[in-house]
């Protein structure tokens, strides 16, 4: 009966929003819930995505957010709730995880530079879009600035450009 009546007054703290009551309750149901959260993420084939913790800490949270005193009667009914939100919350992040398409069994964990997929050559669809808008900024700009471009792109320094096409080297660059 004593046992009963300190769930009613913890109940009752953690309704009233105490932080200690929380604490109390996560020391009693904490570790079942994350057994039951460990259990059900590797039925689910999940235990390399989620972590137990991960699940648990989200169940209390949702509990501290809307508190259902009527759920909470007695210690068993808490038990019931806070397994099936953990089973929930488990099942909804793998839901959420094969909605998105992430085989997570076939990621490899190395970096991409080292399966030799990046081609350090732009593609051709690419070269072929710098050189049109290369055509289309030539007509824009005039011949003395597309030859002051070719120039700079070539490698040649301000100065040299400036005596090339005879102009002040500091007026190139403005």
Not at 19 to 30: S, T
Request: glycine share 6%.
């Amino acid at each position: 009966m004593s046992d009963e009546l300190s769930f009613a007054e913890l109940i009752e703290a953690l309704l009233m929003g105490d932080p200690q009551a929380v604490a109390e309750l996560e020391r009693l149901y904490g570790d079942h819930l994350r057994r039951v959260a460990r259990r059900k993420l590797r039925q689910l084939g999940a235990q390399n995505w989620a972590d137990s913790v991960e699940i648990c800490q989200s169940v209390w949270l949702d509990l501290l957010r809307k508190p259902l005193a009527a759920v909470l009667g007695t210690p068993d009914q808490l038990l019931a709730y806070l397994y099936a939100m953990v089973e929930n919350k488990a099942r909804a992040f793998h839901r959420t995880e094969s909605t998105l398409g992430r085989d997570r069994s076939r990621q490899d964990p190395s970096p991409i530079e080292n399966h030799g997929v990046l081609d350090e050559e732009p593609q051709p669809v690419v070269r072929i879009m710098d050189r049109e808008l290369a055509a289309e900024i030539r007509e824009k700009m005039g011949d003395v600035i597309s030859q002051v471009h070719d120039l700079h792109c070539g490698g040649l320094e301000w100065t040299q450009i400036g005596e090339q096409l005879r102009i002040a080297p500091d007026a190139l660059r403005k």
